[in-house]
């Protein structure tokens, strides 16, 4: 009888063990998925533009001054980086380690970041010091606001709006110019109506749902945040008019802290003049 429970413990044991080593390898592997974008709108100088998109940092800790994620980054050799919110996270805050991404982020590329929801959940001064910390790093911090990226005598427009004020969006984000490429970058996808009838929007950047937290096969993502079960819009690339989304699984995690066959996600979209 002794024998009996000893082997079942042992092999209960070994079976949590390897579970517990899968569970952390998936959450701690990084992936790389590369989208191309071809349009029209650009001229030659644009083409093979590549953005790297990283969201749902969470402040999630990737190796000292997030050494892997940034040479994975790094070896991409990007144009430009936009950061797709929550970049810390309000249920277990570390300001410093989510920082670490934007200081080493631009000394690789120009630097792009808005805000996510969990921004808007920190204490008044911790979201101060994000926004500080991007400015004073020589990031952009796009708070309604658009830029225009420019290379040679070339040129397409860049729009990040605020997490607040993505449910009156339409009364934030500019009317844009449709002979540009527009790009705009927004922390939730589950307004894609929204962004699509805006009118002149050709892509969007966007995260909050972390992959659906869990994915199955045929099945997909189990749960996101403002989409409930089963998610529409959980990863990759979706169609809405003359609109493209991208979504990114996005890197941490937050109230959940496990994800089921659902790897940490570099996006890489590579602009291609059609």
Avoid at 41 to 57: A, E, M, R, V, Y
Avoid at 90 to 104: D, M, Q, R, V, Y
Avoid at 178 to 203: F, M
Avoid at 215 to 231: K, M, N, V, Y
Wanted: with cysteine; proline share 4%.
């Amino acid at each position: 009888m002794k024998k009996t429970i000893k082997k079942k413990l042992i092999f209960y044991t070994a079976i949590i063990s390897i579970a517990a080593l899968f569970c952390f390898w998936q959450n701690n592997m990084l992936t790389i998925s590369e989208y191309p974008y071809k349009t029209d709108k650009i001229g030659t100088s644009f083409d093979n533009f590549k953005i790297i998109q990283i969201s749902d940092l969470h402040n999630k800790n990737f190796g000292k001054r997030q050494k892997r994620l940034i040479e994975k980054i790094e070896h991409l050799s990007p144009d430009i980086i936009v950061i797709t919110g929550d970049i810390a996270d309000s249920n277990h805050t570390n300001i410093p380690k989510a920082l670490e991404f934007i200081k080493e982020a631009v000394k690789i590329a120009p630097t792009y970041y808005i805000t996510g929801n969990h921004e808007y959940w920190l204490d008044d001064s911790e979201l101060a010091e994000i926004i500080d910390c991007v400015n004073n790093s020589g990031a952009v911090c796009l708070n309604d606001e658009t830029v225009t990226v420019q290379k040679n005598n070339e040129s397409f427009t860049l729009t990040g709006v605020d997490d607040l004020s993505l449910v009156n969006f339409s009364d934030h984000c500019p009317e844009l110019d449709g002979e540009n490429l527009n790009i705009l970058l927004a922390h939730e996808p589950q307004y894609i109506a929204d962004y699509s009838t805006h009118g002149n929007i050709d892509l969007v950047l966007s995260g909050h749902a972390h992959g659906g937290q869990f994915r199955l096969p045929f099945i997909g993502g189990i749960i996101a945040p403002d989409q409930d079960f089963f998610p529409e819009y959980t990863k990759g690339v979706h169609k809405m008019g003359n609109t493209t989304m991208i979504v990114s699984r996005g890197i941490g995690n937050s109230v959940i802290p496990l994800r089921l066959f659902n790897y940490p996600e570099i996006v890489c979209i590579t602009l291609e003049k059609e």
